[in-house]
């Protein structure tokens, strides 16, 4: 059964840290291409981030260009997203999602009908 589980969230100041972590079990993690997603309430689930199985290639959403990293330990089954210089919109329950393939599997548009199994989430609240 495939299993992610996000972890991470929190709540911070204007320009604060957070790392979030995508932890997965229950399939072959280095062959799965994943995705982090975020919604605010009362709108439809964005695509955030995403990074290829053996992350070589990442994109982002343009609003979080430069602000946000994604990194990936296939050792761990995990991959991170280190969110910096954090804004009041990037407020929102914060969800990771696999989907198999190689490079084409992590497209500049991450369009959330094409990934699987996704997680509880996890809340983001970005507050003075």
């Known amino acids: 059964q495939f299993q992610l589980i996000e972890s991470g969230g929190g709540l911070v100041q204007p320009g604060g840290s957070l790392r979030l972590n995508c932890t997965a079990s229950g399939f072959t993690f280095r062959l799965n291409a994943i995705a982090w997603f975020r919604q605010v309430s009362g709108k439809e689930r964005e695509g955030v981030a995403c990074?290829?199985?053996?992350?070589?290639?990442?994109h982002y959403v343009d609003s979080v260009k430069g602000r946000f990293t994604l990194a990936r330990d296939n050792a761990k089954d995990t991959v991170y997203l280190q969110m910096s210089s954090l804004k009041p919109e990037d407020t929102g329950v914060y969800y990771c999602?696999?989907?198999?393939?190689?490079?084409?599997?992590?497209?500049?548009?991450?369009?959330?009908?094409?990934?699987?199994?996704w997680g509880q989430g996890t809340q983001v609240t970005v507050s003075s």
């Open positions: 990074i290829t199985h053996n992350g070589l290639s990442m």
């Open positions: 999602a696999e989907r198999l393939g190689g490079p084409l599997a992590c497209p500049p548009v991450i369009d959330r009908s094409e990934w699987h199994s």
